[in-house]
């Protein structure tokens, strides 16, 4: 797969991507069925979809769970806080 340097752009599929989709659409179609560019290119990008999904679904995860150990830390100090101000 090559570099690409805008995130928004599709990578180019490289020959063994291009192999293996073909060899499941060869499944899907049968020996008869003849399948074109169009279709080969949707699975690839369908498939980089689902892979910029899996990526943004775990920054999404990491960035909550630092959240919630902000938001329990500030609890804490909080209730530090009041502690202190009705210990003095």
Known sequence: ?????????VPTPSAD???R?????????????SWGAQQTLDIWVIEQRAKADRLAADRLRR?????VV???????????LIWATFAA
């Open 70 to 80: 902000a938001t329990v830390g500030l609890v804490l100090c909080t209730g530090g």
């Open 21 to 33: 989709i073909e060899n499941v659409l060869r499944e899907v179609g049968g020996p008869h069925v």
């Open 63 to 67: 960035s909550s769970w630092a959240l």
């Open 1 to 9: 797969m090559k570099a690409i340097d805008n995130a928004h752009e």
């Open 17 to 19: 991507d291009i192999r």
